[in-house]
């Protein structure tokens, strides 16, 4: 009987025996980076904007909803919800804060493109926004490397600009701004 409850829950047994062969005092406490996770905790409306061109105005490309939850202290799970470029989407972004790299860490698939963006960045010094950075399939084939900055404007409200490098320059390609829902 008992083995039967192990295979049935292997991933059971496997934290159980994890937990009890670690000391408690060598498992992890929350760095103060990780307070910056909690900034997206909650429930969001989005625009999704391309850059403007000739000096017109934006176009509107998508809009819906984000949730953020956190995961115990060290991450924070986003789901979006909505429609972009004319077509329903959905989105998951788990992020961390990978103590021992020192590195904000995380992962991002949507219902556009059949890929699993591995993102990893940290705080920019001067622009004190969040700088995550991936590399993946570009527009024009190849590879290609992204970043987004997620510039926190208040507690309510966060631009995210995402980029992408042309020879070395980073060019604006999307504008995503968030803004708390309110209860």
Do not use: C
Not at 45 to 61: H, I, L, M, T, Y
Not at 86 to 110: F, K, P
């Amino acid at each position: 009987m008992i083995r039967s409850v192990f295979l049935s829950f292997p991933l059971l047994a496997l934290s159980l025996v994890a937990v009890s062969s670690v000391h408690a005092s060598s498992l992890a406490t929350p760095q103060s980076e990780h307070e910056l996770l909690k900034r997206f905790a909650g429930d969001w409306q989005f625009e999704r904007s391309s850059p403007a061109r000739d000096g017109a105005e934006p176009d509107v490309v998508g809009q819906g909803t984000m949730s953020a939850e956190m995961v115990g202290e060290f991450f924070v799970d986003l789901r979006w919800s909505g429609e972009v470029y004319g077509s329903d989407y959905s989105a998951v972004m788990s992020l961390g804060y990978d103590i021992e790299q020192e590195a904000y860490t995380g992962s991002w698939v949507d219902s556009i493109i059949s890929y699993r963006w591995e993102l990893a960045g940290g705080v920019d010094d001067e622009t004190d926004e969040l700088v995550l950075s991936t590399s993946g399939p570009g527009p024009a084939g190849g590879t290609a490397d992204f970043r987004e900055r997620y510039r926190f404007e208040s507690d309510d409200t966060i631009t995210i600009a995402g980029e992408m490098r042309r020879d070395d320059e980073w060019v604006n390609i999307v504008s995503t701004r968030l803004t708390r829902q309110e209860d």
